[in-house]
């Protein structure tokens, strides 16, 4: 038997060991103690919330929450953008930007790694000219978040996560637009212009998020350790 018929026919096996969801108060199987896959951990929803937002049991933050944080970051690196850790920062960045090689488009990027989809993500920022500093305002954000959450998601994956998506929307996707003419009714000399127009935007889940948000938080370290000093 090959290795997919293999992993198939155990997605579809109920393992009854995995009988609960992990997550406190979810009455549904793990994916494993079903016919729904090999998730020893979680259902399906919990499964599918983790791969999205970092954690099965915390979802994103949302732009109101991130509001207050926003503000506190944008002045400081406003009053400190000629402080040498930030422009280290500015520098990390700028070189993710030209290591990530040729502009691909959205609907270009299905096959490809989870490693190469991410650092396409850095060459559509840097084809959208998207601001370093917008970078490390994510990060710099999403760790005031967490620190003023009172009952906060405290792993660094969750906070990769939700860094990589904030930064992730800074250049959403590829959007196109087509005009051509097409008679106004069937054997018509007379035409009118049809507009197609094509909205692809890359999927904004699973490895590829864990990736880029690492890349993220390995070039704002520096930048962060100089604003947690202020603070402190």
């Given at each position: 038997?090959?290795?997919?018929?293999?992993?198939?026919?155990?997605?579809?096996?109920?393992?009854?060991?995995?009988?609960?969801?992990?997550?406190?108060?979810?009455?549904?199987?793990?994916?494993?103690?079903?016919?729904?896959?090999?998730?020893?951990?979680?259902?399906?929803?919990?499964?599918?919330?983790?791969?999205?937002?970092?954690?099965?049991?915390?979802k994103s933050y949302t732009a109101t929450q991130l509001k207050p944080h926003r503000k506190v970051v944008r002045a400081w690196l406003k009053r400190n953008s000629d402080h040498v850790l930030v422009k280290n920062g500015v520098q990390r960045i700028e070189g993710l930007y030209s290591r990530s090689g040729t502009h691909t488009e959205a609907f270009r990027l299905a096959g490809m790694s989870p490693s190469e989809r991410a650092r396409k993500a850095w060459a559509r920022l840097r084809e959208s000219s998207v601001s370093p500093l917008k970078v490390i305002e994510a990060w710099l954000v999403i760790g005031l978040a967490i620190e003023a959450d009172p009952a906060p998601e405290e792993s660094v994956e969750f906070r990769r996560v939700q860094a990589a998506k904030l930064v992730h929307r800074l250049a959403s996707g590829t959007h196109k637009r087509w005009e051509r003419d097409v008679p106004v009714a069937r054997g018509s000399t007379t035409t009118q212009k049809h507009v197609t127009e094509l909205h692809k935007y890359p999927q904004s889940r699973g490895r590829v998020l864990r990736i880029f948000g690492e890349d993220i938080e390995e070039a704002c370290k520096l930048v962060e350790e100089a604003f947690l000093s202020v603070r402190n």
């Open positions: 038997m090959s290795k997919g018929k293999d992993v198939a026919k155990r997605a579809k096996t109920e393992d009854h060991m995995y009988r609960y969801c992990r997550v406190i108060g979810c009455p549904h199987p793990a994916r494993a103690g079903s016919e729904n896959g090999l998730d020893r951990r979680f259902c399906r929803r919990h499964a599918d919330q983790y791969s999205r937002h970092g954690s099965p049991y915390k």
